[in-house]
């Protein structure tokens, strides 16, 4: 083989591979063994992140200096139901968030019951999945207060957030937009049912009249126009069975990273 | 070098060396199908928001990159991808790239991201678990080169400083090292292989962590460290195209100075050399 001959082959050798090895991470891509295979560092990532994080650890805070002008809103950005916009109309006086599942005292808070629990304000970060971040000022009813209030049964390990926005395209059909945080997520100090954003009432881009902020997650965990708390064991048989509305669509139930 | 066996019986003998061990060789090429894994799942997920930043949030008016797509007026999409305040039409590459034979408003183009088709969901899957495989071949090139005394081959010498000059004259002029001279890495390589597996390599596992919520509430230093979650994020970016570049870099001083021997080398562990009779 001469130089320039063997220069080509390798070169041909090179892309013919690589041509391979996509074509190749894509039937992996689409098959089920894959992705359940790949899951698998999921479970790892999580037990790692869980070691060596304390639990009552804080995400950190920020200044007013540093809150954006503008919250970035992403996902539902109006529910826009019949329901809800008969909500908006009436300042949502009649909202209640339904407290359910494994507790011995089920609750109906209104808005204003929230805003007469103890509450936390924390200016911090928020992180979106898609990789960028915007700094806000949340104040909110602990969410820590608001389980014990309702006294959960042993066996309870998921809590579950249950959503106003119905995320179907098909109203015969609605699929609301759901979330799942397990006991020690959902007792941390920063985990808030935030009903202010800087100061004045969530707007409704951002979920009003309140949503959830799980300071040490993504923020595809922290739920919007939430209208239901539901204690569980687990959550196979709640939709998809993943925990989240994302997670069904295949997105990692640990939003730790 | 273990073994010197002759191959030839002409005035200058060829011999093989023994050059790269079975783990030097194994690790290698492990990493290197990890490293393009990472790379193109990266890009897929970067595909998700295909901006950076800096600081500690985004300034969604003052990104330091990004790729956008414009409507011509014709119907047509432009891709446009914007570095500081320079902007330059991509489309076809970045921005605006077919898809199936369609035009598609993409950050990087199918064919470089991992899955082809657009998912945030399988990216992150493939990203985090060549993750770890990317840590922990890292971890176990480092503590093999510590122990068996390799890392000292990767480390300049006071010789070798001291003739950077002359090597980098010679890279240059394309003149390599010929003979036994080829069987130790020369400075400048000494330089590009330790600035990537002990520089960079742990630079892109940490700036990786800093975009994870949990472990900045862990160490929250990683975030002091590297001025903020979207410079980290930024810092990352940059550090997957330096071994971007790294790799072309690579491939042309393998392509220029001996493949055959170079890529033998690193399969069977094997070096021809031609011994002179000194």
């Known amino acids: 083989m001469t130089e320039s001959s063997r220069r080509k082959f390798l070169a041909r050798a090179a892309a013919t591979m690589s041509a391979a090895v996509l074509a190749g991470c894509d039937k992996i891509s689409q098959s089920t063994w894959g992705p359940n295979v790949l899951r698998g560092a999921e479970q790892l990532t999580h037990m790692v992140q869980r070691a060596i994080t304390n639990r009552h650890a804080l995400a950190p805070e920020f200044t007013k200096a540093d809150i954006a002008p503008i919250f970035r809103a992403n996902g539902t950005l109006n529910p826009d139901s019949d329901d809800y916009d008969a909500h908006v109309a009436t300042g949502f006086r009649n909202w209640r968030v339904a407290v359910r599942g494994l507790v011995h005292n089920p609750l109906d808070l209104s808005v204003a019951d929230l805003r007469a629990m103890p509450s936390r304000t924390q200016i911090t970060r928020h992180d979106c999945v898609e990789g960028w971040s915007c700094i806000g000022e949340w104040t909110g009813a602990l969410l820590s207060e608001i389980i014990i209030k309702a006294e959960p049964k042993r066996h309870t390990k998921f809590v579950v957030f249950h959503c106003a926005d119905n995320m179907s395209n098909d109203d015969n059909h609605p699929q609301f937009y759901y979330e799942s945080l397990d006991l020690i997520e959902a007792m941390h100090p920063q985990t808030i049912l935030a009903y202010d954003l800087n100061g004045k009432p969530l707007p409704v881009a951002n979920g009003a009249p309140v949503r959830l902020r799980a300071e040490r997650q993504l923020g595809y965990k922290m739920a919007k126009y939430v209208n239901g708390i539901e204690l569980v064991t687990d959550f196979n048989h709640i939709n998809g069975g993943k925990g989240g509305y994302w997670e069904d669509q295949g997105y990692n139930w640990w939003a730790g990273i | ?278």
């Open chain 2, 1 to 278: 070098m273990a073994s010197l066996a002759p191959t030839g019986s002409a005035h200058k003998e060829r011999l093989l060396v023994y050059r790269h061990s079975v783990m030097v060789r194994v690790l290698h090429w492990i990493n290197a199908l990890v490293l393009l894994v990472m790379l193109m799942s990266g890009l897929q997920i970067f595909n998700a928001h295909p901006a950076l930043y800096l600081g500690k949030t985004a300034d969604f008016d003052h990104p330091v990159l990004s790729m956008s797509a414009w409507r011509e007026p014709d119907g047509s999409l432009k891709g446009v991808t914007q570095v500081g305040p320079y902007q330059f039409n991509t489309t076809g590459m970045l921005g605006v790239s077919s898809f199936y034979g369609q035009m598609v408003v993409r950050g990087f183009p199918s064919w470089a991201t991992i899955p082809g088709f657009k998912s945030l969901a399988l990216g992150r899957l493939w990203h985090f678990f060549f993750a770890w495989l990317f840590v922990i071949n890292g971890l176990l090139f480092a503590s093999y080169a510590i122990s068996s005394g390799h890392i000292r081959e990767l480390l300049p010498t006071g010789h070798d400083i001291r003739n950077i000059g002359k090597d980098f004259v010679d890279h240059l002029r394309l003149r390599f090292p010929k003979g036994k001279e080829a069987l130790h890495y020369n400075v400048l390589q000494k330089l590009a292989y330790f600035t990537v597996i002990f520089i960079l390599g742990p630079l892109i596992v940490l700036t990786g962590l800093t975009m994870s919520p949990t472990v900045d509430t862990a160490v929250p230093q990683l975030l002091w460290l590297f001025g903020g979650r979207q410079t980290a994020r930024t810092i990352h970016f940059i550090c997957a195209f330096s071994f971007v570049g790294f790799f072309v870099v690579h491939i042309v001083m393998l392509v220029l100075s001996a493949p055959i021997n170079g890529l033998r080398s690193m399969i069977t562990g094997r070096f021809a050399i031609e011994s002179d009779d000194d």
